[in-house]
């Protein structure tokens, strides 16, 4: 499929990278492609950023039939720029949109699509260390109709942003806090998926913990209430004696790719690497003995985020001292450093611009 280009006839100033905040500015261009049953995906096109047409009976309003993606684009030392996996988001894409019965994607276009508008607005990335170009695509239904079905026509669009740390900070160990009266999501809902309605869901608790002081949510499931799932925008890991634990994907947890690219890491340097289940009782049983050594969340966002402090039922634990463990720092190191072309990309994770 044919993508036109339509350039900005008024480019915007860019923000000093020391004024980036994430998520609130965004580049001159955008992707925009349509789907209909008798068209399907057609008229992709690349135009200047601008407000969306839309009826106030759109579904999406009514009935939540919206997903997203999240991923980023780094300037390297020899101003070239970098994609880190953009196929994986295209295909965790498509597995939202087969959840929420939205059409999938061509997973060739969805790639070229951002490949394409990442080039053109090339100079909106960011050159400072820890910065990049965030990139959300997303795809939301459009037919204006008032009634619980599929809608028949959708949107995909992809916008783009300079940002800069996701969390104030930054690689710092952060505190969270452990949910034990909201739920996220359960086993056979949309927890996997990456749908605007799991991230409305976690606003409550969000708020009420950033009130007690803490920067994030640790989830547990939707039923028992003891199984570890995930933090409100990351997957989780622990270190307890030798063994690498991340909750195991059982349905209601987002598989995340900075997570799968932490697994292929640690497998690959030798560690005692399990994905399975873990209860927030076995965590702090580990910290009682001696055994809990480190924390860490793994996000597009942040991409390694140390857990410092956790409170679960009133009950608070300082993980390693409240500093950053050896492995997170070393994941950290190892993932930035791929992504921004000053280490070996050994796994073929970057796509070069």
């Not at 939540?64 to 994609?83: C, H, M, P, R």
């Not at 053109?120 to 008032?146: G, N, Q």
């Not at 499931?221 to 004696?241: A, L, P, Q, R, S």
């Not at 050594?293 to 409170?311: D, R, Y």
Request: one cysteine or more.
């Amino acid at each position: 499929m044919t993508i036109s280009v339509e350039k900005s006839k008024n480019p915007k100033q860019k923000p000093a990278s020391e004024h980036l905040v994430f998520g609130s500015t965004f580049s001159d261009h955008m992707f925009v492609c349509d789907y209909a049953p008798d068209k399907g995906w057609h008229n992709s096109r690349i135009i200047p950023y601008q407000n969306l047409p839309i009826s106030p009976a759109l579904m999406t309003f009514h009935y939540g039939q919206s997903i997203f993606e999240g991923l980023k684009a780094y300037k390297t030392t020899d101003k070239k720029v970098n994609l880190f996996r953009p196929l994986e988001n295209i295909r965790r894409l498509n597995t939202s949109c087969q959840r929420l019965c939205i059409p999938t994607i061509d997973e060739a276009l969805g790639v070229e699509a951002i490949r394409k508008l990442v080039d053109i607005d090339r100079d909106w990335v960011p050159e400072e260390p820890d910065t990049s170009l965030y990139i959300r695509p997303f795809v939301f239904a459009t037919d204006p109709y008032l009634g619980v079905r599929p809608s028949d026509t959708y949107s995909f669009v992809i916008i783009t942003g300079p940002v800069g740390a996701y969390y104030k900070e930054g690689i710092n160990p952060v505190k969270i806090y452990v949910e034990a009266n909201y739920v996220r999501a359960v086993v056979g809902g949309l927890g996997e998926a990456k749908a605007s309605a799991n991230y409305a869901a976690s606003l409550k608790a969000q708020e009420e913990a950033k009130k007690k002081g803490f920067t994030q949510v640790l989830w547990l499931d939707g039923v028992e209430k003891k199984y570890i799932e995930e933090v409100g925008t990351m997957n989780v890991f622990f270190i307890i004696g030798d063994e690498v634990i991340t909750p195991k994907l059982t349905g209601s947890i987002l598989p995340g790719i900075t997570r799968k690219s932490s697994i292929e890491l640690l497998k690959s340097w030798g560690y005692n690497m399990n994905e399975r289940r873990i209860t927030i009782d076995e965590v702090y049983q580990a910290h009682e003995k001696g055994l809990l050594k480190e924390i860490f969340g793994t996000g597009t966002a942040a991409v390694i985020s140390p857990v410092g402090e956790l409170n679960w039922n009133g009950r608070s634990i300082t993980v390693n001292d409240n500093k950053i463990g050896a492995v997170s720092q070393r994941l950290y190191d190892t993932m930035t450093g791929i992504q921004y072309g000053n280490l070996a990309d050994t796994f073929n994770w970057i796509e070069t611009i």
